[in-house]
T-cell receptor, first 113, second 113 residues
Framework: GNSVTQMEGPVTLSEEAFLTINCTYTATGYPSLFWYVQYPGEGLQLLLKATKADDKGSNKGFEATYRKETTSFHLEKGSVQVSDSAVYFCALRGPFGNEKLTFGTGTRLTIIP | KAGVTQTPRYLIKTRGQQVTLSCSPISGHRSVSWYQQTPGQGLQFLFEYFSETQRNKGNFPGRFSGRQFSNSRSEMNVSTLELGDSALYLC????????????FGPGTRLLVL
């Protein structure tokens, strides 16, 4: 079945540092890949997505590239802010009709001023 | 467009009781999925509904059930509550097409005492 392996947390960085959160996946065919973010006490918000190989998703300074050859979708940001502190989830949705989202375990990110 | 709404936001129940949670999808979205989020198990898929029919189901006991109405609103019910049912229950809606993005509501936080 489908699975997502996500970088263990928690991750603590100083403001303006470079961020990478690793995500690799196992899936049949060509899934869609997503990063969701969850702020304290809230639901999940879609951060970015990519639906085919070599696509780059981007939003709010975050980027991730769909790498079929390495089955990866690593999240990056060049300069993090305190407001980026949250839990980040990598997820995939299989290519066949009504497939569910499969999530990674989440990475808690804390940015220190 | 209004986002996914879930009611109630918070709920406290005792063991053995039953509970019903409600979800209103984004206007025009006909697919509704439910997920359970706990610190120990992470995000787990419960079920998905489309056109009032359950299309996909996760590995949860029969105490967990759901339904969808003709206006796409959905409810999930948990009977004979157990302490382990304490969780954040998230609803997500999407257009019913392959690999469509799921948009999440704020969740209902259930505490079972």
């Amino acid at each position: 079945g489908n699975s997502v392996t996500q970088m263990e947390g928690p991750v603590t960085l100083s403001e303006e540092a470079f961020l990478t959160i690793n995500c690799t996946y196992t899936a049949t065919g060509y899934p869609s890949l997503f990063w969701y973010v969850q702020y304290p006490g809230e639901g999940l918000q879609l951060l970015l997505k990519a639906t085919k190989a070599d696509d780059k998703g981007s939003n709010k300074g975050f980027e991730a590239t769909y790498r079929k050859e390495t089955t990866s979708f690593h999240l990056e940001k060049g300069s993090v802010q305190v407001s980026d502190s949250a839990v980040y989830f990598c997820a995939l949705r299989g290519p066949f009709g009504n497939e569910k989202l499969t999530f990674g375990t989440g990475t808690r990110l804390t940015i220190i001023p | 467009k209004a986002g996914v709404t879930q009611t109630p936001r918070y709920l406290i129940k005792t063991r053995g009781q039953q509970v019903t949670l409600s979800c209103s999808p984004i206007s025009g979205h006909r697919s509704v999925s439910w997920y359970q989020q706990t610190p120990g198990q992470g995000l787990q898929f419960l079920f998905e509904y489309f056109s009032e029919t359950q299309r996909n189901k996760g590995n949860f006991p029969g105490r967990f059930s759901g339904r969808q109405f003709s206006n796409s609103r959905s409810e999930m019910n948990v009977s004979t509550l157990e302490l382990g049912d304490s969780a954040l229950y998230l609803c997500a809606s999407s257009l019913y097409r392959e690999q469509e993005t799921q948009y999440f509501g704020p969740g209902t936080r259930l505490l079972v005492l």
